[in-house]
């Protein structure tokens, strides 16, 4: 159990998830494109990168968002609300560099990429509870 710092502890959970990210779904994308993984590395680097300036960006915008709106609460409807815009703009960027790097059409892009959406649930799930198992919050620790 290591205790970091709140900065710190943000970059290095980005950096270890990122890069399993791109090694998982690089195995992912080869497989579904039936093609192999030297292939798929590419791609799979080029939408960790989307996904993190995605999520910089989305989320810096819906937390300006809600200090405008005045919302104090993240209530169902609010998450609900944020998980749908954040998937659906990853989705919207996600989709074309499918298509123009595996020479596929729109539903079979787009069939790749809810795999993909699938497959990070569960990863980041996975992910994030071993991660806190390991770096545990301050807080975590004090309760």
Same mark, same amino acid.
């Given at each position: 159990? *290591? !205790? ?8 290095? *959970? %980005? ?7 791109? +090694? ?20 799979? !680097?080029? %939408?960790? $990168?989307?996904? $993190?300036?995605? @999520?910089?960006? *989305? @989320? ?15 209530? $169902? ?5 944020? =998980? +749908? ?9 996600? +989709?074309? !560099? ?16 809810? =795999?993909?959406? $699938?497959?990070?649930?569960? *990863? ?15 807080? &975590?620790? &004090?309760?």
């Amino acid at each position: 159990m *290591y !205790i970091l710092e709140a900065r710190l502890r943000r970059i290095i *959970y %980005v950096v270890i998830f990122e890069f399993f990210a791109i +090694v998982f779904s690089t195995w992912l994308l080869a497989a579904m494109s039936e093609g192999d993984a030297a292939g798929s590395l590419p791609v799979a !680097i080029v %939408v960790s $990168v989307v996904a $993190v300036i995605w @999520n910089f960006l *989305y @989320n810096t915008g819906f937390e300006t968002l809600e200090q405008k709106l005045d919302w104090t609460k993240r209530t $169902v409807p609010i998450r609900i609300l944020h =998980a +749908v815009g954040f998937e659906g703009g990853l989705i919207l960027a996600i +989709v074309p !560099i499918f298509m123009f790097w595996y020479q596929v059409g729109f539903v079979e892009a787009f069939l790749m990429e809810a =795999a993909l959406l $699938v497959f990070f649930l569960v *990863y980041t799930f996975a992910f994030t509870w071993a991660f806190d198992r390991v770096f545990p919050l301050r807080r &975590q620790i &004090q309760a």
